[in-house]
T-cell receptor, first 114, second 112 residues
Framework: GQQVMQIPQYQHVQEGEDFTTYCNSSTTLSNIQWYKQRPGGHPVFLIQLVKSGEVKKQKRLTFQFGEAKKNSSLHITATQTTDVGTYFC??????????????FGQGTILTVHP | DAGITQSPRHKVTETGTPVTLRCHQTENHRYMYWYRQDPGHGLRLIHYSYGVKDTDKGEVSDGYSVSRSKTEDFLLTLESATSSQTSVYFCAITRDTGNTIYFGEGSWLTVV
């Protein structure tokens, strides 16, 4: 079955440093989504990427979807303590018919030291 | 806010006892899901439903059953809880316009 690998599992940064998490799928994806989960909270949708090579920005966050639609990354510039949490990627299999059945990566836990 | 309410939010139960988690939604969404979240595994789909009495298995369905007798309620049952089922359980919905997942607040289950 489809596998989505996400690295690193943990990342500690000093406030102001940049942060990147990477996501790789074993199969071609129709789209990829990113979610953020604050400590003790539930995952919240951040963004969806659909097109090959797509790049989207949300303030200090930059999301990329690979040309082959099998990998993606999330980059945060100049982290802040409010960025703390777990970031998940989730992929939808290309050609899949199961509605909403995303495969999640393991998540990257980001800690920001003030 | 997707109008999802999970209950109970926290539960401690003994090995071998049955447990039912309830998910209630107020927006008449067709698709509902149960995920479990464990360290190092991310979020894994247990079961999902695409309508009343229409359910299907996800990737980690062993030891779990579900029921959906009304659009608004999706129940997850652990017939005989085991320690390996200690986890955080999230109910979720997708809106008919896409496959973005909206999660409930979560139910923390500890099996001792």
């Amino acid at each position: 079955g489809q596998q989505v690998m996400q690295i690193p599992q943990y990342q500690h940064v000093q406030e102001g440093e940049d942060f990147t998490t990477y996501c790789n799928s074993s199969t071609t994806l129709s789209n990829i989504q990113w979610y953020k989960q604050r400590p003790g909270g539930h995952p919240v949708f951040l963004i969806q990427l659909v097109k090959s090579g797509e790049v989207k920005k949300q303030k200090r966050l930059t999301f990329q979807f690979g040309e082959a639609k099998k990998n993606s990354s999330l980059h945060i510039t100049a982290t802040q303590t409010t960025d703390v949490g777990t970031y998940f990627c989730a992929g939808a299999n290309a050609g899949g018919t199961s509605y909403g059945k995303l495969t999640f990566g393991q998540g990257t836990i980001l800690t920001v030291h003030p | 806010d997707a109008g999802i309410t999970q209950s109970p939010r926290h539960k401690v139960t003994e090995t071998g006892t049955p447990v039912t988690l309830r998910c209630h939604q107020t927006e008449n969404h067709r698709y509902m899901y149960w995920y479990r979240q464990d360290p190092g595994h991310g979020l894994r789909l247990i079961h999902y439903s695409y309508g009343v009495k229409d359910t299907d298995k996800g990737e980690v369905s062993d030891g779990y059953s579900v029921s959906r007798s009304k659009t608004e309620d999706f129940l997850l049952t652990l017939e005989s809880a085991t320690s390996s089922q200690t986890s955080v359980y999230f109910c979720a919905i997708t809106r008919d316009t896409g496959n973005t997942i909206y999660f409930g607040e979560g139910s923390w289950l500890t099996v001792v």
